[in-house]
T-cell receptor, first 113, second 115 residues
């Protein structure tokens, strides 16, 4: 059973548009949700994260919207740039425990200039 | 920027050989995690160390892997007998405790190819 699901599998947007990446989860105990950005040949880099006590987290062009009742969250990337082209992973953990992360399959984002 | 170091970056082994990869966590981090990533898909949790002690691991690691953190500045993950299915990117992360959540920072990974 996939505990963290991401959609779409891949997304193409034009430079300057807003990219919306979706994530949903099964485990109600998850309370910490980081998003990671991964470029080919590199390890994932922490982009932005939200805790379940919040419904929104913003950092520059990146914003997480969180809906605890529906167990859904989304990452919005405004003013998308070609350099944003990467794979984005939604992850989840129960902060009270080990903190091990459960990852989704990722969304491949392509930003065309 | 976080600085988790992993060595070697690339590792090629024949089926049946032993493999070992190392991780230097970010200074001051007390938790170290290992994940396996195949074909750029989702990361799969393998094992977790807190203050150099293994506290959580999946069955595959118990059966076929060896993992230790002999010091706070060095951890290693080994595969006793490599199989083709072990070909993957092995990622190490370290974390700091922050307000009930753990921010994990990843190294560049060791890409293992088993022939």
């Amino acid at each position: 059973q996939q505990q963290v699901r991401q959609s779409p599998q891949s997304l193409t947007v034009w430079e300057g548009e807003t990219a919306i990446l979706n994530c949903s989860y099964e485990n109600s105990a998850f309370d910490y949700f980081p998003w990671y950005q991964q470029f080919p040949g590199e390890g994932p880099a922490l982009l932005i994260a939200i805790r379940s006590v919040s419904d929104k987290k913003e950092d520059g062009r990146f914003t997480i919207f969180f809906n605890k009742r529906e167990k859904k969250l989304s990452l919005h990337i405004t003013d998308s740039q070609p350099g944003d082209s990467a794979t984005y992973f939604c992850a989840a953990s129960t902060g009270a425990n080990t903190g091990k992360l459960t990852f989704g399959h990722g969304t491949i984002l392509r930003v065309h200039p | 920027d976080a600085a988790v170091t992993q060595k070697p970056r690339y590792l090629i082994k024949m089926k049946g050989q032993e493999a070992e990869m190392k991780c230097i966590p970010e200074k001051g981090h007390t938790a170290v995690f290992w994940y396996q990533q195949k074909q750029s898909k989702e990361l799969k949790f393998l094992i977790y160390f807190q203050n150099q002690q293994p506290l959580d691991q999946i069955d595959m690691v118990k059966e076929r892997f060896s993992a230790v953190c002999p010091s706070s500045s060095l951890c290693s993950l080994g595969i006793r007998t490599c199989e083709a299915e072990d070909s993957a990117l092995y990622l190490c992360s370290s974390s700091t405790y922050w307000g009930g959540a753990r921010e994990q920072y990843f190294g560049p990974g060791t890409r293992l190819t088993v022939l």
